[in-house]
């Protein structure tokens, strides 16, 4: 049976109720161990993945991405949830709102070490040319956690296309304007990878972000410290509930994409 996996990032670091009974597991890979919860309160698999460890100890280049999509493959994930806290490029997004993504820059197809983003690092028969013909973004599981979520997640008029701006360090106000230019509307120092590895494993995917501030230099953020500190406890609180609807009611999904390899026929 095909699973559901979220992976969360260190908003979720002590936020997930005690009664879903995770129970961690750790998988072996080609890559070195990477630790998973099973979510063994659902009536089919769900794992939890916490992409900074638990408890978080891990910056954003020194996660193993390829251990960690690996360990997905390997418990069958068919529909994967990625999580990530944003910088809003885009005046018209709101802040503290859940967002489905729809489309990601990358200029660089590389992982911070300097590798190329692949699974593929090796010669071997299950190699191939990712072919991006529906999106890195599951069309299907976007329409999908719709269902679940209603008016939790914000209703964008437009595509919500993320930059990927490797960490660790934070962008300068020249690079943001920058990605801006390039249509990008949200931006993180994750993500990206995950989504591309996953695609590369033939896991349908998509990404669900909040903003919790503006990261061009022209726009105010919000000031008043209890006003922020209700408005992070408020989209915490959206992002855990779709998240736990998710992993009780989500589905697999067919993959959107295509993996071209010269010996298929």
């Given amino acids: 049976m095909k699973s559901v996996a979220v992976i969360l990032g260190s908003a979720f670091q002590n936020s997930m109720p005690p009664a879903m ?10 890559w070195g161990k990477q630790v998973l919860y099973h979510a063994k309160n659902f009536q089919h698999p769900a794992y939890l993945l916490f992409r900074h460890g638990l408890p978080h100890r891990l910056l954003p280049h020194q996660i193993n991405y390829r251990s960690q999509a690996d360990a997905l493959a390997q418990v069958g994930c068919g529909a994967l949830l990625v999580t990530s ?30 590798s190329t983003c692949t699974m593929f690092t090796e010669p071997s028969p299950r190699q191939g040319h990712l072919v991006v013909s529906q999106g ?49 509307r949200v931006n993180s120092m994750t993500l990206a990878p995950e989504i591309i590895l996953a695609n590369e494993l033939e896991i349908s995917c998509t990404g669900l972000v909040v903003g919790h501030k503006y990261s061009t230099p022209d726009i105010e953020n919000i000031a008043d410290p209890q006003s922020l500190s209700q408005s992070l406890d408020s989209s915490k609180a959206a992002m855990q509930t779709i998240v736990l609807e998710f992993l009780e009611n989500g589905k697999p999904v067919s993959f959107g994409n295509q993996l071209y390899r010269f010996d298929d026929d």
Avoid: C
């Fill in 85 to 114: 806290s944003v910088g809003v490029l885009d005046p018209a997004l709101p802040l503290f709102r859940p967002m489905l993504l729809t489309d990601l820059i990358m200029l660089d197809n590389r992982l911070p070490d300097g």
């Fill in 136 to 184: 890195l973004f599951s069309w299907e599981l976007n329409r999908q956690i719709h269902g679940l979520a209603g008016d939790l997640i914000y209703a964008a008029k437009q595509q919500i296309v993320f930059a990927y701006v490797a960490g660790p360090r934070t962008k300068t106000p020249a690079e943001s304007r920058i990605w801006r230019q390039l249509d990008a």
């Fill in 21 to 30: 009974n995770l129970e961690q597991t750790v998988i072996q890979t080609a």
